[in-house]
């Protein structure tokens, strides 16, 4: 997923940590986009989080 992104332009490398998106882009799953910034596979579901609590912990939140 990186290696699209970098090659569309949509993500470049500022150093060899570090890359930036040059433009907006839509995931079709919250792992891809984990797995794009993290360079490898990656449950965004897990990963992703937002005050705290990731997706998953927002999600069984809403169901109750």
Sequence with gaps: MRKLL????VLRKINNDLYEFTDDYIFNSPSYAAAAIAGGTENGRRQ????GKN???ME???LQ
Excluded at 6 to 9: A, K, Q, T
Excluded at 48 to 51: F, L, S, V
Aim: glycine content about 8%; cysteine-free.
């Design 6 to 9: 970098l090659s569309s332009g």
């Design 48 to 51: 992703w989080k937002y005050n």
């Design 55 to 57: 997706l998953n912990d």
């Design 60 to 62: 069984l939140e809403e």
